[in-house]
C-alpha cells in the first residue's frame, strides 16, 4: 500500500518569507498529484494539480513541481502571507487516492 | 456549477439514531467519494463510486451505508453508531475514477455521536 509523507510536519515563519513544502510517495506510479489547502473544521480546496504528463503548475504566488522518478513533490509560496496559515496536503492518485499527513502552516503578521 | 455541495453542515446524533448525510454536484463527474477525517489526522478514503455503482469499499462497518441514486447524488446512511464514529465526513468528486482532472471537495458535515 502507497504511503505519503509530508516534510516539514509544522512551520512557523514571518509574513513576507518563501517557503518549501515537500511531499514524498512510496510507489512512484504516480497518476495525477493535487495539493489542498484545509482550515481548521473545514473542507479541502483544491491549489494545484500536476496531470501525470506534466511536471509542474503554477497559480499566483504558489508554484508546485513533480518528479515521478523520485516519487516527490514540492510546494513553493512566495511572499507568505497570514492568510495563507492552515493546512496543506498533498494526494496522489495511483491506486487510490492518498493523502498525506499535510503540513500546518503558520504564518505570523 | 463547480461545488461539491454536503449537508447537513453540522449533525448530533444519538447512538440508537439512524440519519443521512447528503452530497450533490453538477459538474457531471462520474466518480463520488465519501472520506472520513478525524481531528488532525488526513482523510481516509471509505467509498467510492463510480457510474453510479460501487467501486471500493474501504472495510467500512456495516453501520455505515452508501447510497449513489442517480449521478449527481451520493448519500451515507448511519445506524447505530458509535462516538468513536464521530469525525468530520467529506465528500469528494472527479471526472472519472483514475482520470486525468482533479478532485474537487466539499466542505464536509462535522458529525458529533453521543
Known amino acids: 500500500k502507497q504511503e505519503v509523507t509530508q516534510i516539514p510536519a509544522a512551520l512557523s515563519v514571518p509574513e513576507g518569507e518563501n517557503l518549501v513544502l515537500n511531499c514524498s510517495f512510496t510507489?512512484?506510479?504516480?497518476?495525477?498529484l493535487q495539493w489542498f489547502r484545509q482550515d481548521p473544521g473545514k473542507g479541502l480546496t483544491s491549489l494545484l494539480l500536476?496531470?501525470?504528463?506534466?511536471r509542474e503548475q503554477t497559480s499566483g504566488r504558489l508554484n508546485a513541481s513533480l518528479d515521478k522518478s523520485s516519487g516527490r513533490s514540492t510546494l513553493y509560496i512566495a511572499a507568505s502571507q497570514p492568510g495563507d496559515s492552515a493546512t496543506y496536503l498533498c494526494?496522489?492518485?495511483?491506486?487510490?487516492?492518498?493523502f498525506g499527513p499535510g503540513t500546518r502552516l503558520s504564518v505570523l503578521p | 456549477d463547480t461545488e461539491v455541495t454536503q449537508t447537513p453542515k453540522h449533525l448530533v446524533m444519538g447512538m440508537t439514531n439512524k440519519k443521512s448525510l447528503k452530497c450533490e454536484q453538477h459538474?457531471?463527474?462520474?466518480?463520488m467519494y465519501w472520506y472520513k477525517q478525524k481531528a488532525k489526522k488526513p482523510p481516509e478514503l471509505m467509498f467510492v463510486?463510480?457510474?453510479?455503482?460501487?467501486?471500493i469499499n474501504e472495510s467500512v462497518p456495516s453501520r455505515f451505508s452508501p447510497e449513489c441514486p442517480n449521478s449527481s447524488l451520493l448519500n451515507l446512511h448511519l445506524h447505530a453508531l458509535q462516538p468513536e464514529d464521530s469525525a468530520l465526513y467529506l465528500c469528494?468528486?472527479?471526472?472519472?475514477?483514475?482520470?486525468?482532472?482533479?478532485?474537487?471537495f466539499g466542505s464536509g458535515t462535522r458529525l458529533t455521536v453521543v
Open positions: 500536476i496531470q501525470s504528463s506534466q
Open positions: 459538474m457531471g463527474h462520474r466518480a
Open positions: 463510486y463510480s457510474y453510479e455503482k460501487l467501486s
Open positions: 494526494g496522489n492518485y495511483g491506486q487510490n487516492f492518498v
Open positions: 469528494a468528486s472527479s471526472q472519472v475514477l483514475r482520470g486525468n482532472g482533479g478532485y474537487t
Open positions: 510507489d512512484s506510479a504516480i497518476y495525477n
